[in-house]
């Protein structure tokens, strides 16, 4: 059966609570859905969230794109001819990643759904449980211990505090978060490249003297400053992580080159879908670099098939998929849910996502 269909949604989910960064600042997640559909009409759903910060891709330029020249190599092809369809639609236009992410996931949806078996296990995995931390926004002491306080109340056991704003104040907020939760839950830290070189060093340097335990520091620079990344990793003791630093394959060389990190986040929307992901995985494990899978905010579209690869490959720390757990109301029937601190995936075929709300 070839595919006969390719459509987008555009979708527009409130927040239960507002998501601060060094970034940005947001009560909604805005995104496009894609929809595959065989001429048997079974249907596979990916997703391209808008995250102008982070990858510069947009619900229009997404949606250009996917209606546009990948949509031209889909309509009539062979979906299990997954491998092939997938390098087409990497070759087919520069940049779009968010796009190309939403396509990649959408087949190998459409794939599952078509050999009845669900996207984790499509992938080699064998479970349909996936630990997560918990993010933090970023905000003053005093709402970020009481938000701290309520998260561990509810079973999180591991903390993503947003930082970046200013480093004293973000030492002594950090600290305030440790005193209110006390020694055991995990804290690492997500500077959002808000930080410079010399303002991560002290500030980091500052929380290992006070023995505030942090598990790691994510991006504290800004992601093209690979130097400046590395600079930092090499003058503090707790493990740094690489986000915005690494999109693609160049990328992740130039971290393995420099040892510029000691870990890297994996983003489906930063790489361009499972595929490219699992490459990254494989070749930073390969070079000894530490990997977690994480989300932009996005619904359970993406965030399920973010967790399906982490079910599916294994990764050396809690991944940080809580994106959908942000969400007031899903904007789509099925897929996953959260059980405390654990994303828990459908064991229905594919993603397990019914249609749009």
Same mark, same amino acid.
């Given at each position: 059966m070839t595919i006969d269909t390719v459509r987008c949604h555009s979708v527009?989910?409130?927040?239960?609570?507002?998501?601060?960064?060094? @970034?940005?600042?947001?009560?909604?997640?805005?995104?496009?859905? &894609?929809?595959?559909?065989?001429?048997?009409? %079974?249907?596979?759903?990916?997703?391209?969230?808008?995250?102008?910060?982070?990858? /510069?891709?947009?619900?229009?330029?997404?949606?250009?794109?996917?209606?546009?020249? @990948?949509?031209? #190599?889909?309509?009539?092809?062979?979906?299990?001819?997954?491998?092939?369809? @997938?390098a087409r639609v990497s070759a087919a236009v520069a940049g779009n990643l968010a796009a190309k992410a939403a396509v990649d996931v959408a087949l190998h949806d459409l794939v599952a759904r078509r050999r009845g078996v669900s996207l984790p296990l499509l992938l080699g995995g064998t479970t349909h449980r996936v630990p997560t931390d918990v993010t933090l926004s970023a905000g003053d002491a005093g709402s970020l211990s009481e938000a701290a306080q309520r998260r561990v109340s509810e079973g999180f056991e591991v903390l993503k505090l947003k930082v970046g704003t200013d480093a004293i104040a973000d030492?002594?907020?950090? @600290?305030?978060?440790?005193?209110? #939760?006390?020694?055991?839950?995990?804290?690492?830290?997500?500077?959002?490249?808000?930080?410079?070189?010399?303002?991560?060093?002290?500030? #980091?340097?500052? *929380?290992?003297?006070?023995?505030?335990? &942090?598990?790691?520091?994510?991006?504290?620079? %800004?992601? +093209?400053?690979?130097?400046?990344?590395?600079?930092?990793?090499?003058?503090?003791?707790?493990?740094?992580?690489?986000?915005?630093?690494?999109?693609? *394959?160049?990328?992740? +060389?130039?971290?393995?080159? %420099?040892?510029?990190?000691?870990?890297?986040?994996?983003? *489906?929307?930063?790489?361009?879908?499972?595929?490219?992901?699992?490459?990254?995985?494989?070749?930073?494990?390969?070079?000894?670099? /530490?990997?977690?899978?994480?989300?932009?905010?996005?619904?359970a579209v993406g965030v399920g098939a973010a967790a399906s690869l982490a079910a599916a490959t294994g990764t050396t720390l809690v991944d940080d998929l809580d994106a959908a757990w942000w969400l007031a109301t899903s904007p789509v029937r099925g897929g996953l849910r959260y059980e405390d601190a654990t994303v828990v995936l459908p064991e229905t075929p594919g993603l397990g996502i019914e249609g749009l709300a």
């Open positions: 527009s989910a409130a927040l239960h609570t507002t998501f601060v960064t060094a @970034l940005r600042c947001t009560d909604v997640v805005e995104s496009l859905v &894609v929809e595959v559909m065989d001429a048997d009409g %079974r249907r596979g759903f990916g997703e391209a969230p808008q995250v102008w910060a982070v990858t /510069g891709d947009s619900l229009a330029g997404s949606r250009a794109c996917v209606e546009g020249p @990948l949509g031209a #190599i889909l309509l009539g092809a062979q979906p299990d001819d997954l491998n092939v369809l @997938l030492v002594n907020r950090v @600290l305030a978060v440790r005193n209110a #939760i006390g020694a055991s839950p995990r804290l690492r830290l997500d500077a959002n490249q808000g930080w410079s070189a010399r303002e991560a060093v002290r500030a #980091i340097c500052a *929380l290992e003297d006070a023995g505030a335990e &942090v598990e790691l520091v994510e991006q504290p620079v %800004r992601g +093209h400053d690979i130097p400046g990344l590395a600079w930092v990793t090499d003058r503090v003791s707790t493990p740094v992580m690489a986000d915005e630093s690494v999109f693609s *394959l160049r990328d992740l +060389h130039a971290v393995v080159e %420099r040892r510029a990190a000691d870990l890297i986040n994996v983003k *489906l929307a930063k790489c361009g879908g499972l595929t490219p992901a699992r490459t990254l995985l494989d070749v930073a494990q390969a070079h000894e670099i /530490g990997v977690i899978v994480g989300s932009m905010m996005e619904t």
